[in-house]
């Protein structure tokens, strides 16, 4: 089916105007990001969102425990616990993961700590 260029705009402001309210929200939280660092953060989020259908899929093989063994957070956190943790690495358990009010002092060590340099990075570096 193909889209009128109307719908196609439209679709495309709407677009815009979802990552402006993105950026908008990283800018004025607690972290107060600003320009790239903001930009970046929201990558990583669209990157994990797109991530996912390769990780159900099998594509990505996030729980090649080899991976990580040699990681940080694999040492401190125990095998049990870092495979717990790799769930969160799908989009759709990440957002239950922020949704918990219990895990709220831990989702930015979670994202940035443990999910893009423990994990996605080395998986995307493999």
């Known amino acids: 089916m193909e889209q009128t260029p109307s719908v196609m705009t439209g679709s495309i402001h709407e677009l815009s105007s979802l990552f402006k309210t993105c950026l908008d929200i990283l800018r004025n939280d607690a972290e107060h990001l600003i320009g790239d660092e903001a930009l970046n953060e929201l990558s990583y989020f669209l990157i994990l969102k797109q991530s996912e259908k390769h990780i159900v899929s099998g594509a990505i093989n996030i729980l090649n425990l080899d991976l990580y063994k040699d990681g940080i957070s694999f040492k401190s956190y125990g095998k049990e616990k870092f495979q717990k943790g790799l769930e969160c690495v799908k989009f759709s358990e990440l957002v239950k993961y922020v ?19 423990e994990v996605l990075l080395k998986n995307l570096s493999s």
């Open 99 to 117: 949704e918990n009010p219990d895990n709220k002092d831990n989702i930015k060590k979670l994202f940035d700590d443990f999910l893009w340099k």
